[in-house]
T-cell receptor
Framework: TQLLEQSPQFLSIQEGENLTVYCNSS?????LQWYRQEPGEGPVLLVT?????EVKKLKRLTFQFGDARKDSSLHITAAQPGDTGLYLC???????????FGTGTRLKVLA | DVKVTQSSRYLVKRTGEKVFLECVQD?????MFWYRQDPGLGLRLIYF???????EKGDIPEGYSVSREKKERFSLILESASTNQTSMYLC?????????????FGPGTRLTVT
């Protein structure tokens, strides 16, 4: 079974701090996505990365896909309380319909 | 906007009951998925369907079955609910494009089996 390990599992920081969340696997993925889930809602897609080494920015969020397409990171600059939520990475291997989801990182940003 | 709706937000059932969870999407997506979400385990795929009447087992299909009679509707069935099926159930739908397809999720059904 393919696994995607996320770290840290929990993170509580003050508003204005920077943070990085990691998503690691021994498997190679053809693409990888990051989702954010707020309480009482389903996950919502933030970004998809498909090329090894690719970097994408979404306002204060920076996503990077590892060169070997086995890992990814999410960096948040100057975190705000609105960034609070559960962050999930999800990878897909070529030729399948299925995404493998990571274990999740629960972020709380304190005002 | 894509909308995925689930029939109930909260459900409480007794052990041994047959449980139906319904999911409807309004964007003509080919693919539909059922996941369960448990703390520390992320989302685990139960079943997915890539066309009407077509289904494939996910990683944890035991104790579950599914039905897709119409393209917009995908049902998850717990034939005989057990306490270890207490969980958050999420439905999702997507188009299929090579390397890049977004899953749209419903709000989830929190099922408690007592």
């Amino acid at each position: 079974t393919q696994l995607l390990e996320q770290s840290p599992q929990f993170l509580s920081i003050q508003e204005g701090e920077n943070l990085t969340v990691y998503c690691n696997s021994s498997s190679v993925f053809s693409s990888l996505q990051w989702y954010r889930q707020e309480p009482g809602e389903g996950p919502v897609l933030l970004v998809t990365v498909v090329t090894g080494g690719e970097v994408k920015k979404l306002k204060r969020l920076t996503f990077q896909f590892g060169d070997a397409r086995k890992d990814s990171s999410l960096h948040i600059t100057a975190a705000q309380p609105g960034d609070t939520g559960l962050y999930l990475c999800a990878g897909i291997t070529s030729g399948t319909y299925k995404y493998i989801f990571g274990t999740g990182t629960r972020l709380k940003v304190l005002a | 906007d894509v909308k995925v709706t689930q029939s109930s937000r909260y459900l409480v059932k007794r052990t041994g009951e047959k449980v139906f969870l319904e999911c409807v999407q309004d964007m003509d997506h080919e693919n539909m998925f059922w996941y369960r979400q448990d703390p520390g385990l992320g989302l685990r795929l139960i079943y997915f369907s890539y066309d009407v009447k077509m289904k494939e087992k996910g990683d944890i299909p035991e104790g579950y079955s599914v039905s897709r009679e119409k393209k917009e509707r995908f049902s998850l069935i717990l034939e005989s609910a057990s306490t270890n099926q207490t969980s958050m159930y999420l439905c999702a739908s997507s188009l299929w494009r090579s390397h890049d397809y977004e899953q749209y999720f419903g709000p989830g059904t929190r099922l408690t089996v007592t």
